[in-house]
């Protein structure tokens, strides 16, 4: 066993030498290097712009010394961005060092993290560090690889949270939550660690996270100062994609009266809407509804006389939102920063401080007022950026400044390094330390752009993408709409225009297309296989909840149906075979419209198939990948593969009859029917017999000469009442083997 002591170590970092690979676990091995410890502190929500350090419109309003003090003893990165900008996803990131799409947690709405994962803190725990955990957590599942956590769940409240034990049971703590989870996270120091090993501390708050709520002794911060406005809070959105202006997160329009503007009873002017309460003003003493009464009373009294005198334009009311959004934000920023400055302090009391990396991070960013926003999702600056500032005595020089693309992914790698552990290899980000300890430059070979993707949900409505941000420029693509968007953050930093269609541009963007199609192969991305949701569309959304309401109620149904537009048809062209051979027997039609693989793949995921105990299950899927991207037939059968394996992980028992995609196109050569020829020769193979039963009716829709006719297919792609004619004759070969009772003719 080596023995290393805390120069070596060191200087061992800085020459780059400790690293994955035998080096690193021997050091990890030894019980007295002196391996740093950890303190990550992460709030939530917390936008680069609420942080003066960064230098934004609000430095001098609102300044976070704290904070601050982290950069002036260690680094600020400006350009650390997340890989999904919302809470769970950028954790899972985090904790995986991999992209969303790889730790299976894309979305807050659905997901559960499956915590059988490598994460760093596992590894951390295995390499000899203590670790803790401490606030919010919002990954579903409990935690694992902590000696000590304590979350709040799910979002987590401001006033007297509730925290979840490691036994599983809730206790609600009398207090301010910012406050609260620093106290336990100081006393998870101070008290009966081991102070011969390292530890790795995650402190993580729930503010500044929307309903903004402030700590009673900020109510009055800012009060008569007027927080500047960013200039594109009147944003038009033109020159973008017309989803930038469909979101529901603007400020004008999406506020609640109760929830985000803090004022009680029902607002009588329309231009305030929603009807949620203020649920943490529910959870204070009379004493402290009192104080916040106090507090808000006579602004929320002028505001009410000023709207019911006529005289507040619409422009007004976006200002005095905006004023009171951003005043209750930066008041919880406050806390976040007093709080961090305790840490700090008991860091330099107890002599911890030289040998401990502190980082301060936040999930996302968020928009303050740009665009005319609150909150994030969009690959737009504001909320892509996270805030990125360590400390690190001894490895990282004083007042650094950098401009290198990280990214979320990168920390798991980073703490691993930190510690000497090895870094797994099927880890997507990368080391900081090699950028840590070049004063924040990149070193040679260091990533030229960071890739992104976000999977939309219905809150908010900001519709999926994906796409790359390189040192100048921005691209990305929305699938839904088929549409490329692309920034030159030089000359439009404010990102006002998308310059894709400007032929000034054009071999910029094949640049940027092929970066993206780079970066996307590197992180092996195919979407045909990433359980996706299309809960942005409002009639998706409405079916999926009608359907999944007749799933739960387990209902006696033998056979279903799984597919898009073709499946779904059942209801209309082929609404009358439905009736006299499926209704009968109570089959269920769970075709959606439009569906690719990855939207069949979510809906078999989450959508409770197994209280339906079906005999059988039908399932044509995959011309849409053709028809609406026109992705690679090899992408399309791993989609498919991937549907029939979560078939199966869902109804084990279940037969599934794989039908051959339908043929498309009048034509036999045409090309969206060659592809989808080149998919079923693929997926044929992924028939045995028995669980996956193979079945091809391609033949019965064509002519003689292999072309379709208008009859059976008016579009060449769905079909007529005389096509769903001839696709329940085809399936009746099925219904004996399967043991059903289908009427035939
Ligand atoms: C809640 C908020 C949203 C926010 C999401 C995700 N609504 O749903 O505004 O975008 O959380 O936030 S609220 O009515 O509950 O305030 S995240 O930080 O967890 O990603
Ligand atoms: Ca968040």
């Known amino acids: 066993m080596t023995t290393v002591n805390r120069r070596t170590f060191l200087e061992s970092l800085a020459a780059g030498s400790v690293a994955a690979g035998a080096d690193a676990r021997e050091a990890s091995a030894a019980p007295d290097v002196q391996r740093p410890n950890i303190v990550f502190i992460f709030s939530d929500d917390h936008a680069q712009a609420a942080i003066s350090a960064y230098g934004s419109r609000l430095k001098d309003t609102a300044p976070t010394p704290n904070i601050d003090r982290i950069a002036r003893e260690g680094a600020i990165y400006e350009r650390s961005y997340c890989a999904n900008s919302i809470c769970g996803p950028s954790r899972a990131c985090i904790l995986t060092g991999k992209h969303s799409h790889k730790n299976g947690f894309t979305d807050n709405e659905a997901c559960v993290f499956d915590g059988d994962q490598v994460t760093f803190p596992k590894l951390l725990q295995k390499a000899g560090y203590q670790t803790a955990l401490v606030g919010k957590w919002h990954l579903v599942s409990q935690p694992r690889g902590f000696d000590y956590w304590e979350i709040l769940p799910g979002q987590g409240n401001y006033i007297h949270p509730e925290f979840i034990q490691m036994d599983g049971s809730t206790r609600r703590v009398e207090g301010y939550c910012t406050d609260l989870v620093t106290d336990k996270s100081l006393a998870w120091l101070k008290g009966s660690r081991d102070r011969n090993r390292p530890f790795l501390l995650l402190c993580q708050h729930k503010a500044p996270h929307r309903n903004w709520i402030p700590a009673e002794r900020h109510y009055d911060l800012f009060k008569d100062v007027a927080i500047p406005e960013p200039e594109t809070l009147f944003d038009t959105y033109e020159g973008r994609s017309s989803a930038v202006a469909r979101q529901k997160m603007s400020i004008a329009r999406d506020f609640n009266w109760g929830h985000d503007m803090l004022l009680h009873g029902k607002p009588a002017d329309p231009r305030f809407s929603g009807s949620m309460d203020n649920r943490e003003y529910q959870r204070m003493t009379p004493e402290q509804k009192a104080a916040f009464d106090k507090a808000y009373g006579p602004e929320n009294e002028k505001l009410l006389a000023d709207l019911a005198s006529g005289r507040m334009s619409d422009d007004d009311v976006t200002r005095w939102k905006y004023q009171r959004y951003m005043k209750n934000y930066l008041r919880c920023v406050k806390a976040v920063d007093e709080n961090v400055g305790r840490l700090l ?73 930190m510690a000497g552990a090895a870094v797994p290899e099927d880890m997507q980000g990368h080391s900081l330390l090699p950028v840590l300890k070049n004063r924040g430059r990149a070193p040679a070979g260091w990533r030229t752009g960071i890739y992104y993707a976000y999977y939309g949900e219905n809150t908010h409505a900001v519709p999926m993408h994906d796409g790359v941000r390189t040192d100048r420029y921005k691209i990305f693509f929305l699938p839904n709409s088929n549409e490329w968007q692309l920034f030159d953050m030089e000359k439009d930093p404010k990102e006002q225009k998308s310059v894709h269609a400007d032929p000034a541009y054009a071999a910029i963007l094949a640049d940027m297309k092929q970066r993206y199609h780079a970066l996307r192969r590197q992180y092996d991305v195919n979407n045909s296989v990433i359980p996706t949701q299309r809960m942005v569309e409002e009639w998706w959304r409405a079916r999926w909840q009608q359907k999944l309401k007749e799933t739960r109620a387990g209902r006696d149904c033998p056979l279903i149906f799984l597919g898009d537009s073709i499946t779904q048809g059942w209801e209309e062209n082929g609404k009358a075979v439905w009736e006299k051979h499926f209704a009968p027997v109570q089959a269920l039609n769970l075709g959606f419209s439009g569906d690719r693989t990855e939207h069949l793949l979510w809906r078999i995921k989450y959508g409770g198939l197994d209280a339906l105990h079906p005999r059988a299950a039908i399932m044509l899927i995959g011309t849409n990948n053709t028809g609406h991207l026109q992705r690679p037939a090899e992408e399309t059968a791993a989609g498919i593969r991937a549907v029939i394996g979560e078939f199966q992980k869902q109804l084990p028992r279940t037969p599934l009859v794989l039908l051959a995609i339908f043929p498309r196109g009048e034509h036999p050569d045409d090309p969206l029917r060659r592809r989808n020829d080149e998919i079923n020769d693929r997926i044929r193979l992924l028939a045995d017999g028995a669980r996956v039963i193979w079945m091809d009716l391609c033949e019965g829709f064509l002519r003689p000469d292999k072309t379709l006719s208008r009859e059976i297919m008016p579009d060449y792609l769905h079909l007529s009442p005389a096509g769903y004619e001839l696709w329940s004759r085809g399936l009746e070969p099925l219904w004996k083997r399967l043991g059903l009772d289908v009427a035939t003719r």
């Open 345 to 417: 302090d008991y860091l330099d009391e107890s002599g911890l401080a030289d040998n401990t990396v502190v980082i301060y991070s936040a999930d996302q960013g968020f928009y303050l007022g740009e665009h005319g926003w609150f909150d994030k999702r969009w690959i737009f600056e504001e909320s892509l950026s996270m805030p990125f500032l360590i400390r690190w005595p001894g490895v990282i020089p004083k007042g650094v400044r950098s401009r290198a693309l990280i990214q979320n992914i990168d920390y798991a790698p980073t703490f691993l390094q």
